[in-house]
């Protein structure tokens, strides 16, 4: 996410939009060391400035692609507390936030904390542009934490509730998954079917199908 922003009134140099705008050049080539180096740098010198939610939301993401899931996790936090504290930030800074949050906590192996925060970002934008993302994640924190149930409920809902979305494909196989460990085979049959449906090459379809013919 770009936050762009009138910054005429603010107090910082033009170093300030500098240092944002070299992060996300250098992001853009996949050089995420030398991103997050200049958003530090923006940070540790300009904490408060306007540009200061922008940078600790852009570096969260890229500690976080970068498997620093503690990094992440304190940027993302660092943010929803000054929300918290009264700041007044962009709309879509805090959910950004939320996510970055439950996607960290996941990346951590904490899935029941991450699961909860995934259903916080539901609950504050159950339709807002992450959602779908939201209700997925939520789902596998679930899986992983072991709470099988939940996460069949949740994918269950997600391919009712977001059956265009990228991520549909995915759900219905982990509510196939799902289903498969629980001995419903009839329905993971179908779940596995939809996945198939969708994608079309063999290579992806292979062992699906071997999977359905076994349980049918």
Not at 66 to 92: I, M, T
Not at 99 to 120: H, I, M, P, V, W
Not at 165 to 193: I, K, N, V
């Amino acid at each position: 996410t770009r936050y762009w922003r009138d910054w005429s009134s603010d107090v910082c140099s033009s170093d300030l939009w500098s240092l944002l705008a070299s992060g996300w050049c250098h992001e853009a080539q996949g050089r995420l060391a030398a991103a997050v180096k200049a958003w530090t740098e923006l940070l540790d010198a300009y904490p408060d400035s306007a540009a200061a939610v922008p940078a600790l939301l852009a570096r969260a993401d890229a500690r976080q692609r970068q498997a620093d899931f503690q990094g992440g996790l304190a940027d993302a936090r660092n943010v929803l507390d000054r929300k918290a504290a009264g700041a007044s930030l962009d709309p879509e800074a805090v959910p950004e936030a939320m996510l970055l949050e439950g996607l960290c906590l996941s990346g951590l192996k904490q899935y029941g904390d991450a699961a909860a925060a995934f259903r916080k970002l539901l609950d504050l934008q159950p339709a807002g542009p992450t959602a779908d993302r939201a209700m997925f994640e939520m789902g596998a924190a679930e899986a992983l934490a072991g709470r099988r149930d939940e996460a069949t409920k949740t994918f269950a809902a997600f391919v009712k509730r977001f059956p265009e979305s990228a991520y549909a494909a995915d759900a219905w196989f982990e509510l196939g998954e799902q289903e498969w460990t629980a001995g419903r085979h009839a329905e993971a049959a179908a779940a596995y079917r939809a996945v198939i449906d969708r994608v079309r090459s063999e290579e992806h379809t292979s062992e699906l199908q071997s999977r359905q013919y076994l349980v049918c």
